[in-house]
C-alpha cells in the first residue's frame, strides 16, 4: 500500500491516506510521514503536527515530521491550520537534525507570531553548528520583509567572521542595495582569503550584485585578503 501510494497521483493518493488513517495514528514505521507530506490533506497535517508535539515520535520521527511538512508547504503550498508558533519548541532540541528541520520549517510556514525573534537570537550565538546557524538565517532570510532586513543587520557587527558573511549573504538577497555598502565593511574586516572568496561568491550570485557593489567600493580599495 506505501509503495502504491508513492507512485500514483497525489491527489488519488490522498483519498486512500484520509481512508486508511481514519481514527488511528499516524505510524513511524515505513513511508507514512514522508506519504503525507506528498499527498496529504490539511487534515492529515494537523495530525502529524499534533503526533509531533505531544511526543509520539523519536527523534528521527521528529526530524521526518518536520521535514514532510516543510515539504508540503514549499512543494504543494498546504499547511496545517495549527499555532505556527509551536515549531519554535523544537528550536532548541538536544539533535541538531531537529534544529534544522525545525527552522526549515520556520522559514516556509512564516508566522511565528512572538516566536520569530528567537531566529535572530539563535543566528547571532557565539558557540553554534554553522549548519543550525545558516539554518536559522535561511528562515529569516526566507520569511522576508522588512523585519527580516532589520532582524539580519545587527549580525553584522558581530564578533564572528561566519555570522558576519552568512548575515550579508542573506541580506544582499533582501535587498542588495542596502546590503552593498554592509557587504563591503565585511569584506574589509574578514581576516582570511577564503573567508572572502565565500562571501564574494555568495554576493555574485545575486541578481545587479555586481552594479550594486560597483557604486560604493572605498576608494583605497579592498583589504589584501578581500
Given at each position: 500500500l506505501e509503495f502504491g501510494l508513492k507512485t500514483i497521483d497525489p491527489s488519488k493518493a490522498s483519498e486512500?491516506?484520509?481512508?486508511?488513517?481514519?481514527?488511528?495514528?499516524?505510524?513511524?514505521?515505513?513511508?507514512?510521514?514522508?506519504?503525507?507530506?506528498?499527498?496529504?490533506?490539511?487534515?492529515?497535517?494537523?495530525?502529524?503536527?499534533?503526533?509531533?508535539?505531544?511526543?509520539?515520535?523519536?527523534?528521527?520521527?521528529?526530524?521526518?515530521?518536520?521535514?514532510?511538512?516543510?515539504?508540503?508547504?514549499?512543494?504543494?503550498?498546504?499547511?496545517?491550520?495549527?499555532?505556527?508558533?509551536?515549531?519554535?519548541?523544537?528550536?532548541?532540541?538536544?539533535?541538531i537534525k531537529v534544529q534544522i528541520a525545525a527552522l526549515s520549517l520556520a522559514g516556509t510556514w512564516k508566522d511565528l507570531g512572538e516566536k520569530y525573534e528567537e531566529l535572530a537570537t539563535i543566528a547571532g550565538k557565539q558557540n553554534l553548528d554553522s549548519r543550525v546557524r545558516q539554518a536559522a538565517i535561511n528562515a529569516i532570510r526566507e520569511i522576508g520583509g522588512d523585519r527580516a532586513f532589520k532582524a539580519l543587520e545587527p549580525l553584522v557587527e558581530?564578533?564572528?567572521?561566519?555570522?558576519?558573511?552568512?548575515?550579508?549573504?542573506?541580506?544582499?538577497?533582501?535587498?542588495?542595495?542596502?546590503?552593498?555598502?554592509?557587504?563591503?565593511?565585511?569584506?574589509?574586516?574578514?581576516?582570511?582569503?577564503q573567508e572572502a572568496l565565500v562571501l564574494w561568491r555568495a554576493l555574485l550570485s545575486v541578481k545587479n550584485a555586481e552594479s550594486s557593489l560597483v557604486k560604493v567600493l572605498p576608494e583605497r580599495g579592498f583589504s589584501q585578503d578581500a
Open positions: 486512500v491516506i484520509s481512508v486508511f488513517l481514519k481514527g488511528k495514528n499516524i505510524p513511524e514505521n515505513g513511508s507514512w510521514i514522508e506519504i503525507i507530506g506528498r499527498a496529504g490533506t490539511v487534515l492529515e497535517l494537523e495530525q502529524l503536527h499534533r503526533q509531533l508535539i505531544v511526543g509520539d515520535f523519536s527523534i528521527d520521527g521528529q526530524v521526518r515530521a518536520l521535514r514532510s511538512m516543510s515539504h508540503a508547504s514549499r512543494n504543494r503550498n498546504i499547511r496545517p491550520n495549527i499555532d505556527k508558533s509551536s515549531i519554535s519548541d523544537f528550536f532548541s532540541s538536544s539533535d558581530v564578533s564572528v567572521a561566519e555570522t558576519q558573511s552568512m548575515a550579508i549573504a542573506a541580506l544582499a538577497v533582501l535587498d542588495i542595495n542596502q546590503a552593498a555598502p554592509l557587504a563591503v565593511k565585511v569584506l574589509n574586516r574578514l581576516e582570511t582569503e
